[in-house]
Structure formats: C-alpha cells, structure tokens
C-alpha cells in the first residue's frame, strides 16, 4: 500500500504559521501545501505538485521551500512564513509586496506568492543584489505572464526600498 | 477624445485593481473556494492512444468506502459537442461526447468516480478494471490522411466533420486573382516547407473548476474560465438543462492563454452535481494538463512564391497540413487564422491558402496565443529571409518593398473569416516602420566574437521579423457592458468581459473613469458572472480592449448624459451650452458641477432614480497591429545551444490604455516565443503517450534562460478603436521564432526550417552543414 494511503491514527504536530500556532492532526502522506491550504493558508498553490515551479514556495525555519515536496510530519516544531503573514502587523504592506505592485510585475498572479516569497528570502540574504544575481535567485519560480522583467524590476526596487528602511531605522 | 495630453487615467501607469489582493495571496482563484464538504471528482483516463473499450467493471470501486458515484459512457447522456469556446453554432466539429466506448489519445476520458476526498477518488479509479480493444495509431497529419490509415472519428453521430473517413477535421481553400497564373509570369519562384511542434500553454493555473445547487435550484459553476457565457450554453447543451438554470462565475485565474477557451471540465462536474445535488470539484492535475489539455496546432507549412526580377511578389501560395489531434477543438478556425493573420503581410495580386485539417491520436490542439498566426508566421518570415538572401538583397529592404501599408486592403480578410467568409478590411493605421526603427536600434549587436577565447566556438549574430496580427474576429465578437452610479459618485462597472490576468479589468475601468471624468478608484469593477455581467464572447481573439472598451465607452457616455441632464437641473436657467471638463459639467457661464455632486442629487433630488446605462458592441472590423522583433543569439558549436542575448519586439498596438500592462504583454509573449522557438517540446512515444508531462521535462523558460526582454509601445491612434485602441495581447507571440530561425542564419548559414531549435536539432543541422 503507498505511504499516502495507509492510515496512521493520531499524528499530531505542532506548528507555527505566520506567527499562529497550530496543533494539528495531519494524515502520515499529507503534504505541507496540502496541510497550509487545509489551515486556510491558499496563497500556497498546486502548480505541478513535483517541486518543479515554485507556486507553492514558503519560508519554513526563514529558507524558501517547496512546500509540494515536503511531507507535514518533518516540519513538526517548525515556522513556517507565507505570503498571508507577510504584511508588517498584517497590515503595513511588506516592501517586497508594495513593489510587485508598484512595477506590475503580476498578472494573472497565481505565481506571486511564491516569487514574493523567494525574493523575500533572497534579499535577506542578499540585500543589495544584480540584475543577474536576481534572476538566479527566482530561477526556481515559474511565471508564464510575465517573461520575468518587471519580476525582476519589482525585486531591484524592493531591494532598494529595503535598504532605505534599514538607513532610515540606524539614524 | 484622444487628445493624449488631455487624458487623466487612460495612458496612464496605473496599479492593476485586482494587484493589491494578488500580493497579499487573497483566496480568489477557483481551488481557494471550493466549498467545504465537496465531492471531488476524478476522471480515469486511457493509457492507450487509440482503444474500443470493451467493458467497464466498477463494483470494486464502487465498494470503497467514500466512493460514491461511479460513471461511463453507458450512464450519461450522449450528446455529440465541441470543446471549443466558441460563437454558436461553434465553427468547430461536434466531435466530443462526455464520456465515449472509444479513447482516441492517452488521457481520454475512460469513466468517472466521485468520492469524498481526492484520494478516495484516486483509489476508485485504480480499482476500475477495464477491458480495452487497442486499435492501431497514427501521429503525423500526413500519415493520418494517407489511405489505410486508422479511422479515428468512425462514430456515426458526430456533426461537422470534413471527411471522417480521410480523418479530416476540417478544409480550407480560398484564392485571390489566380496564383498559378502569378507564377507562369513569375521570373523566379521559390518554395520551402517549415514545421512546427505540439507545444502547451502551461497556465501556473492548472484547469479547474466546482459547480453546487443553489438555494432555488439553480447549477453554479464556478471555473477558471475564459469563456463564462459559452461554457453556459455549451454546458446546458450537453446535460440538457435550460440555459437559464444555470450560472457561471469566473473569479481570478491563474493564467489562459487560450487553453481556458475550452470546454475540458465543467460538463462533466456540471453533471455530477445535477446526479448527485453535491457540491463537486474537479481539476487537471500537472500531468493531466499535458495529456488531455490542449495544445497548439502542429503544422507543416509550405510557401511557394513567384517574383518579378526586381523583387516584387507577384503571387504567393501557402499550404498547410495541420495535426487537430484526437479531436477537432478549434480545428478549422486556428488553421484558417494561420492563412489569414500571415499571408495578408505581404502585398501580392494573386493569393492562394490552402489547409488540410488531420486528425491524430496525440493530444488535442486548440486555441493558444496567436491562435495559429505563430506557425504561419515562422513559414512566412523565414521563407522571406531566405528569398532575400538568394536574390541578394538586404533583407529588410526586400520586406519594405513588399510589405502592406497605410491605406491598403486586404484581400484575404473578405474570403477568410472565422469558419466562413469574411470582412473587407482596408488598414488605416500602420506604425510598422517606426516598430523596425525601435526594434533595431534596440538590438545593435554584440559582434561575432563573444569571448574572444579561441577555443571557445560561439558564434552571435542579428535576425528580425516582422508581422501583423488581428483585433477582435469581425462579425462575432460582441461584448455589453452596463454601468450604475452609485451616490458618492463611485460606478459599478459589470462586464461580461474575462480577465485572463491580462489586466482587462483594469484597463475597461481606466476607460470607464476617464469618460466619467472620475479616478481608477472610483470603478468598482465586477466581471465575468453570467447571472449578474452583460454577455460577453469572451476573452479571446485579442478582442477585449477594443470590442469590450468600446461598449465601456459607450455605455460611460450614456451613463455621463444622463448625469448631465442632473446637473442642467441643477444649474437652472443659466447652463447654457454645457461643457464637461475632467469630472466636471461647465454651463457657458463658466458655473461648474461634478459628476459626484450630480451623482448624489440623481438619488436625493427632486427627481430621484438610479441612473445606469447598458450598451453593447459588435465589431466587423479587425484593425491589424503591427510588430517588428529584432532579435541577437549566440550558437555554441560544439553544443548546438542557442542562446538569446538581446531581444527587443516593438509594436503599433493603436494606443496603450495602460502602457505598463501593455509592456507586460508584449514581454511574456515574447518569452512565450522563445520557449517556442528553443526549448517547449512534447514528444511522444511510439504508441502516442506523451514522455515528458512534467515541468521537469517540458522545459518553460525560466527567469535564467532569459535575457530582459525589450518591449517598445508605438501609438498610431486607429480610428476605429476606443481611445484609438487595436490590440496587443498575442501578436508578440507571432513572430519570435523567425526572428530566431533568421538570427541563427545569419550567424551559421544554416537554415533551420523545423522548429524547436534544441541543440540537438541544431548541432545535427551544424553538422550536416559542415560548420
Ligand atoms: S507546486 Fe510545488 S513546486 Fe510546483
Ligand atoms: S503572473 Fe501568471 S504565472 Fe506569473
């Protein structure tokens, strides 16, 4: 019998997602997109369900992750970031949000919770990044509408938004 | 009107209305809504390409706990429909069943099972033991028609078919003047056949849709659609319930591209919850999506063309055998618009187009972005760069000499309609010079030497194309739009009109706001709702900013009379002639009032009413757009790898309502192209099942294999258009490819007339040419 079929009675983890814990019973094959959509988290999408577009990225622990190919048992005890929790005291939008619109980077948008999320991740790393450097950062995230360049603006000027922030809080 | 100057929100770089909810992840795409407690319905679908089914046994899974319906085609009603999106009578065969005894591809509908849960469902399906008869299969459209071949479509009831028994979909013939006789007085002709391969669109949205019974009764539907009002029809066609039982809503999407103009779900949800009265889910998984989604037509495409000693077209033959697959969705139309949207390019007395339409046991084509403009246009801009280069003459200048401009007609629009005759058409607004100017300064060239590492085989080198594209299908597309004021002066703007993420929301409110001389935020827009929106075709056919804007625009306009004569009221005696000024009705006396101020009177004045205007718009006119992509590559040698280093595509799109958005078009739609010309390719094996139905293995282009796209906006202000609107949204699709195929020429002198360019293909081609 696959993994996914058999029934395993009480497993329960504990998470927490953009700053709400949960404690949660979760079937043994269940996976963490399939776990956030139940939770009511759906800014996470089925785009191929193989690990292979990055609709469905999240930051869980603060790494972007394909939240398709990880199972809901590993992530007990973890944090997990989605483009819901993303708004500053959920309300304030996040630069990276304010740009992506701002630039238009979205279409039809069912990419850009996922690119959001990456490039969030991609800018704490890398606060000040290139062009270049930025298309490899999201080389993970598949859009179809937008051939890229505006994503790419959208990130640039975040990374700049960001980086005043950070200016204007040391003063 | 179109005074640019004058305009406050169209023209403008505007946030898209819906963008605010798109970054915050709002639940608004059809899986994020599904109610709770729906049954989720899976499809069995065939492993094999070409099968009688024999028998279906279903106890097994019926026993699953949790399952709780099972159906084949003895259980439903047969009635023979097109998938196809399309006006009625849809130009397109009645070919498809909802479920059939025969498969005809890998991933055919087999049977159905509903159950509480998608992994009930799953179990279901693998427990169905069905007998099958494997019947012999046929890929290629040449091999398809040859005699002998296996007879696909041997039903009897299926309406439409050219000739089922040659498994010919469909046929198309048309000829202006009289090509043979342009060639026996031709001084040189030239002939060569290209080919072109199944690629998909690959929406990040994969299909999906639920339907539930409402509190009186009625089917919802809601899906990621882009044809609202025919999935209406075509649905209560096929289960035999009145139209107006039924409602279709589409929220977001996530993505069409024409993939979404298809009817590939919601008859069948539709009629497990008229069986069942449950809510019912259903979706194409990844994978699924390859198989039984649709695909753009596979072509061979042959030119032939007789020249005067000077260069001069004097007649110009195109034959295209076309592969449908297993059914014939858009089968006659895409192949027609690859006649018609390319061969009008080129001047010439004397035209001839001929289509042969095939059925194949491989997946469906259908409606995809450029909607068979891509495969004539990689014949067409190739065969002219090669025709250049053996007369020896500058290729561009060997286009202008020939090309259509200002003023002309076009013969071929009047004899090549949609599925039947067409409209005269004369173009009164060309930019197509200035699209060349911009593309190419865009795209100097880098110099053939790249690395300047003797080792290191690269070469680079510059292509370009040119092309011509549709707005709207003349005679067809009609689209309403209504608007109510509500007593702040904001408007209710409730369109038929489907935003694809193409941005069409926003950019029908910029032109509802700047007639009602009120700001983007001040149009609450709603769409795509059959119950509550006027009707609309659709989105499709690059239609939406011109058809649907111009009833926008006209229903504003009739929407700001009524508010005017308010404001006469108002004024009394001294209003005079009125003037309205950016929001503002201006009696001669100079006295002003605001469309707001107007707004809230026309509830709590004297004469109270709600004021809302309806208007609607059919077009029998087609202004083309105009664009011109310049493109740089670079060939490794020793891989065969194709590189695109700079790429720029400019074009006279009429007017930009919203330049930002317009930009994003022109730039998907180019990347869309490159992923056409290098690297999207599905391959089959022998017996017809797909090999690589993964975005691991069907390679999409991602942010690294790109470079930044060039998008260059030129506004020529066409007459006929709502602000001077044509259209923007497939047209850069067009012409990538050749671009590529003529850039790649340049730098090797290898012609490659088979796309895509994997380094495969073009390391063999190197090869063979002993570069
Ligand atoms: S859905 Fe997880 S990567 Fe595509
Ligand atoms: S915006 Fe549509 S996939 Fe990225």
């Known amino acids: 019998m696959p993994l996914h079929e058999r029934q395993v009675p009480d497993l329960k983890i504990k998470i927490s997602v953009n700053d709400r814990a949960f404690d949660v ?38 790494r972007p992750v394909a939240s398709c190919l990880i199972l809901a048992p590993q992530v007990d005890g973890s944090t997990i970031l989605t483009v819901e929790g993303l708004a500053i005291c959920g309300k304030q939008l996040h630069p990276v949000q304010e740009a992506f619109i701002e630039t238009g980077a979205p279409q039809c948008g069912f990419c850009t919770p996922g690119m959001i999320m990456t490039a969030v991740s991609l800018l704490s790393e890398n606060p000040d990044p290139t062009r270049d450097e930025i298309r490899h950062g999201i080389a993970g995230n598949i859009c179809r509408c937008s051939g890229y360049v505006k994503v790419v603006d959208a990130i640039e000027s975040a990374a700049k938004k960001l980086c005043d922030r950070d200016a204007g809080h040391d003063e | 009107m179109t005074n640019k100057a004058d305009l ?69 009603p047969r ?30 509908r087999v049977a159905v099972v509903v159950a509480t849960d998608e992994l009930t469902a799953e179990r279901g399906c ?118 107006s039982r039924i409602r279709v809503i589409k929220p977001r999407i996530g993505g069409g591209f024409g993939g979404k103009q298809e009817i590939i779900l919601e008859d069948l949800c539709a009629h497990l919850t008229l069986r069942t009265g449950k809510p019912v889910v259903m979706e194409l998984k990844r994978d699924e999506e390859f198989y039984c989604g649709r695909t753009r037509h596979p072509q061979y495409v042959t030119f032939k063309t007789g020249l005067t000693r000077d260069g001069t077209i004097i007649a110009n033959e195109m034959r295209v055998m076309a592969n449908t697959g297993a059914y014939g969705s858009h089968g006659l139309t895409v192949p027609s618009n690859t006649g018609s949207k390319s061969l009008p390019l080129y001047k010439s007395p004397n035209l001839r187009y001929v289509a042969d339409v095939a059925y194949t046991n491989l997946p469906v084509a259908g409606a995809m972005r450029g909607y068979g403009a891509p495969q004539g246009y990689f ?44 409209f005269e058409r004369t173009i009164r607004t060309c930019g197509l010079d200035e699209c060349i100017e911009l593309a190419s300064r865009a795209v100097p060239g880098s ?71 009120v700001g983007l935020e001040d149009i609450i827009v709603y769409s795509s709702d059959t119950d509550s929106t006027p009707f609309d075709v659709g989105a499709y056919g690059s239609s939406t900013t011109y058809v ?67 208007a609607s718009f059919m077009t029998v006119d087609c202004p083309p757009p105009f664009c011109a992509c310049f493109v740089e590559v670079e060939i490794d040698l020793d891989t065969g790898r194709v590189r695109v280093i700079d790429i720029a595509s400019a074009v006279d799109l ?78 850069c699709v067009d012409n990538v490819a050749p671009a590529i195929a003529n850039a790649i020429y340049n730098a090797t002198g290898v012609r490659l007339r088979q796309l895509p360019f994997t380094p495969e293909r073009v390391l063999n081609a190197l090869k063979e040419a002993g570069v």
């Open chain 2, 447 to 517: 110099g053939d030497t790249p690395s300047g590492i003797p080792y290191d085989r690269k070469k680079r080198a510059v292509g370009f194309a040119v092309c011509m594209h549709g707005t709207g299908i003349p005679g067809d597309d009609m689209a309403g739009a209504t608007i109510k004021v509500n007593e702040d002066g904001s408007f209710n703007l409730l369109i038929g009109a489907t935003d694809l993420g193409t941005g069409s929301d926003t950019v029908l409110a910029q032109m509802a706001a700047e007639v009602l001389g």
């Open chain 2, 126 to 243: 693998k427990l169905l033991e069905v007998d099958y008869e494997v019947l012999p299969v046929v890929m290629d459209a040449r091999d398809a028609i040859r005699e002998g071949a296996p007879i696909i479509h041997d039903e009897t009831d299926s309406q439409g078919i050219h000739d089922a028994g040659s498994n010919l979909a469909a046929r198309v013939e048309v000829e202006v003047g009289d090509v043979e006789k342009g060639f026996s007085q031709a001084d040189q002709v030239f002939e060569h056949t290209y080919s072109v391969h199944y690629v998909q669109h690959v929406t990040m949205e994969p299909h999906v849709c639920f339907s539930y019974l409402d509190s009186s009764n009625r089917l919802v539907i809601v899906t990621a659609t882009q044809v609202p009002f025919h999935v209406r029809r075509i649905v209560a066609r096929v289960n035999q319930v009145p139209i």
């Open chain 2, 654 to 731: 009429g007017r930009a309502i919203n330049p930002t958005l317009a930009e994003g078009q022109i730039v998907g739609s180019v990347a869309m192209g490159i992923g056409y010309a290098l690297s999207e390719e599905m391959t089959f094996s022998d017996s017809g099942k797909m090999l690589n139905a993964s975005l691991m293995d069907y390679k999409v282009p991602a942010s690294v294999d790109l470079p930044d796209i060039k998008a260059f906006l030129v506004e020529t202000d066409e007459p006929s258009g709502p602000f001077g609107v044509k259209s923007v949204g497939e047209i």
């Open chain 2, 379 to 422: 014949g067409l801009e190739s065969h002219m760069d090669e025709i250049a280069h053996s007369l020896g003459m500058d290729p561009l200048e060997f286009r202008r000499k020939n090309l259509v401009k200002q003023g002309d007609t076009d013969p071929i629009a009047a004899k090549l309609g949609e599925g039947k005759e067409g």
């Open chain 2, 8 to 76: 406050r929100v169209v023209s403008r770089r505007l946030p898209k209305v819906d963008a605010g909810a798109i970054v915050k992840g709002a639940p608004h795409y059809t899986l994020d809504m599904v109610p709770a407690g729906a049954l989720y319905a899976k499809v069995l679908r065939s492993p094999h390409a070409h099968a009688r089914i024999k028998s279906i046994e279903c106890d097994r899974a019926m026993d699953v706990p949790g399952v709780m319906l099972v159906l084949t085609h003895e259980d439903v």
């Open chain 1, 25 to 62: 019973e979760i079937s043994a094959g269940e996976t963490l997109l399939d776990l956030l959509r139940r939770l009511g988290f759906k800014s996470v999408k089925h785009g191929c369900d193989t690990g292979n577009c990055g609709a469905c990225t999240v930051l869980l622990d603060g």
């Open chain 2, 79 to 108: 009635v023979p429909f097109t998938t196809a999106g399309q006006n009625f009578p849809e130009p397109s065969p009645y070919d498809t069943v909802m479920l059939d005894n025969k498969v005809r591809l890998v991933g055919d």
């Open chain 2, 548 to 614: 649907s804007g111009t009833a926008v625009v006209q229903a504003a306009e009739k929407v700001r009379e009524r508010l005017k004569e308010v404001a006469l009221e108002l004024m009394g005696d001294d209003a005079g002639d009125m003037g309205f000024d950016h929001g503002f009705f201006v009696s001669s006396s100079g006295r002003r009032i605001h469309v707001k101020e107007a707004a809230l009177k026309s509830f709590y004045g004297e004469d109270k009413q709600q004021i809302a205007e309806s």
